[in-house]
């Protein structure tokens, strides 16, 4: 890792080994479903920290699996940081870091999935107006991989829910400093990554009303809660969350990730159990919630994602692709194209040439 780069203190995986290709429970494994369909993957992460490294070689390692993965959109996780120059700029690094990837993965053999071809980064909008020249600096580093930014915003009233690496508040979303901020995104022609709990799912459907010209992706669901406070209430969490999200579909401007339930503050403890879970046993704990994400927001306007390495702790990268074809298993095939692939690239501003010139390549091949 270059010395200019350093990886901020953020809280690591619990339970993960030093070891790149370990998990802390026995992984269950299984052949791959339906290996033609295409997918992008829609959010992931690279970085490496005290308990974890997962980098290039760690993705391709679970990109390469067997499931057909074409692409992917890296978005922010504090690190590779700049350890210079102002603070509001050290993000940059990330991006540069991602964007290395990217023009990496591009110039290699068409067979090599296109890493980071999407690249979403961090920036402090409460900077208001003074956010301008970071969003601008993140375009120059990332140039046409860099596609929007992410500022977590997940805050609840127990702080132990919360990533002290991202201070957040109640009111974070109608802060009018942030709003600023925000106000410079759509004339850059940058999406908005939203991370946020259920219950704040409200603030966001206010902001997105307010900024129809800005487009806004909805991360893991919604920020499903079932730890802490949130323990045994998974009916009455369910309930909130459905109501919510159902208005925030409302707003055109607005789509949602569908993934990020492995990890533990969702509450489905696999992390604790003998052996990571089958795909049989994702699909049917994903189900409840992915399939009302799908029927709120039409297929077209959802996407999967593996939110590695976040939910490694809890499954394998091969069985959790499996465990999304099983809930879209009833899907029709424009329906899961959209899951799996379309909805993230016209989001992002993907180039869909490849992936459609390589469909039209296999449709030929099988007539």
């Not at 929007?148 to 915003?153: A, M, N």
Request: aromatic share 10%; charged share 25%; net charge negative.
């Amino acid at each position: 890792m270059p010395d200019r780069y350093t990886t901020a203190s953020t809280p690591t995986m619990r339970g993960v080994s030093a070891d790149p290709q370990t998990l802390p429970l026995p992984i269950h494994r299984e052949a791959v479903m339906d290996p033609g369909q295409v997918i992008i993957d829609a959010h992931h992460h690279l970085y490496h920290r005290p308990k974890i490294r997962y980098l290039l070689d760690e993705m391709l390692t679970d990109i390469c699996s067997g499931h057909d993965v074409r692409a992917t959109v890296f978005v922010q996780a504090q690190s590779m940081l700049r350890d210079f120059g102002p603070e509001e700029l050290k993000a940059i690094g990330e991006t540069e870091f991602a964007h290395g990837i990217a023009v990496a993965c591009k110039e290699a053999p068409p067979e090599v999935p296109r890493i980071c071809a999407g690249i979403v980064g961090h920036a402090d909008l409460t900077l208001g107006d003074g956010v301008r020249p970071v969003l601008e600096a993140h375009i120059e580093a990332g140039g046409d991989h860099f596609k929007g930014i992410r500022q977590p915003l997940a805050w609840d009233p127990d702080p132990t829910l919360s990533n002290p690496a991202y201070p957040s508040h109640r009111e974070l979303m109608e802060d009018a400093a942030f709003r600023r901020g925000f106000a410079h995104l759509a004339p850059l022609g940058l999406t908005f990554d939203a991370w946020l709990f259920f219950h704040q799912i409200p603030q966001l459907t206010t902001l997105a009303r307010a900024f129809p010209e800005t487009r806004i992706v909805l991360n893991h669901c919604g920020g499903v809660l079932g730890i802490g406070g949130y323990r045994n209430k998974r009916e009455q969490v369910h309930r909130e969350w459905l109501k919510n999200l159902r208005e925030l579909a409302r707003c055109d401007n607005v789509m949602v990730k569908l993934g990020g339930l492995g990890m533990p503050l969702s509450g489905f403890g696999w992390e604790r159990s003998e052996r990571t879970p089958t795909s049989q046993a994702l699909a049917d704990a994903w189900t409840p919630w992915f399939e009302p994400c799908i029927a709120a927001f039409g297929a077209s306007r959802c996407m999967f994602e593996s939110n590695f390495p976040a939910d490694r702790e809890a499954y394998d990268y091969a069985v959790g692709w499996n465990a999304m074809k099983r809930v879209a298993s009833q899907a029709t095939q424009d329906e899961k194209d959209a899951l799996f692939w379309r909805s993230a690239a016209q989001f992002y501003r993907l180039p869909e040439v490849y992936v459609e010139q390589q469909m039209e390549e296999q449709d030929h091949v099988r007539r």
